[in-house]
């Protein structure tokens, strides 16, 4: 955040090896083992991109992951769970932390935060039975360094992609890989797990879902997939 207010160009990539204080969504933390994982964040001006339509940002990051990740292990069943983890076969091995600072109401820069998991064999306990990594998937380790230049690779795609054609562009390739996308999925909802699927995810975010025989529009707080 500090360097946005020097001159330091769209595409930036600053890379930690160790973090004392990840954190991720909804003010959760992000724990990774030291010199084991990727940690790095982004920055970029996408002020092409109206605030109405502001998730297309976090399509475009959260796609890209997972095609790095389906690169590097192309028999594993790899989604996106919204609004912004990447699973491999059910389990998180990925979450994408986004910080939007606007300018005379307008996106004027943001900064995307990834968590990868890549050669870390052991997790806390609160998190064990639902995380995983690339070398619990494959049995083999990865060069960090190889694996993040894919995955630079494949953000700058779909971030030039969005740019020149706009932000439906990445709409089939989003939902082909959308977890809980027309599929019934336990869902928690006011402490209560229930079953819900995908309907569609709003340009703002929101998820429209079919719940309890209706369809609704939930926001970021206000429901989790178990």
């Known amino acids: 955040m500090e360097l946005l207010a020097t001159d330091v160009p769209e ?29 790095f964040s982004l920055i ?9 339509e502001v998730f297309c940002l976090s399509k475009a990051m959260c796609l890209g992951v997972r095609a790095a990740l389906a690169h590097f292990l192309p028999e594993e069943l790899i989604q996106v769970k919204w609004p912004n983890d990447v699973r491999i076969n059910h389990k998180k091995v990925a979450g994408i932390l986004i910080e939007n600072h606007l300018s005379a109401g307008k ?25 995983t990594s690339m070398i619990l998937q494959s049995n083999a380790a990865f060069d960090r360094e190889e694996v993040l230049h894919r995955i630079l690779e494949e953000i700058e795609r779909r971030y030039l992609c969005l740019k020149a054609t706009g932000s439906k562009a990445m709409d089939q390739e989003y939902y082909q890989h959308l977890y809980g996308f027309h599929e019934w999925v ?13 309907i569609a995810i709003e340009p703002s975010g929101d998820v429209l879902m079919e719940i309890e025989g209706k369809q609704r529009t939930f926001g970021l707080k206000e429901i989790s997939f178990s």
Do not use: C
């Open 44 to 52: 970029y001006y996408p002020d092409f991109i109206p605030l109405r």
């Open 107 to 131: 996106l004027s820069a943001s900064i995307t935060g990834v968590g990868l998991n890549v050669n870390q064999e052991t997790f806390h306990d609160e998190v064990a039975s639902t995380a």
């Open 186 to 198: 336990p869902v928690k909802k006011d402490g209560k797990e229930m079953l819900a699927k995908v």
């Open 11 to 39: 595409g930036t990539v600053i890379w930690a090896h160790h973090q004392t204080a990840g954190k991720g969504q909804r003010g959760n933390k992000w724990q990774s083992e030291k010199g084991k994982n990727l940690l």
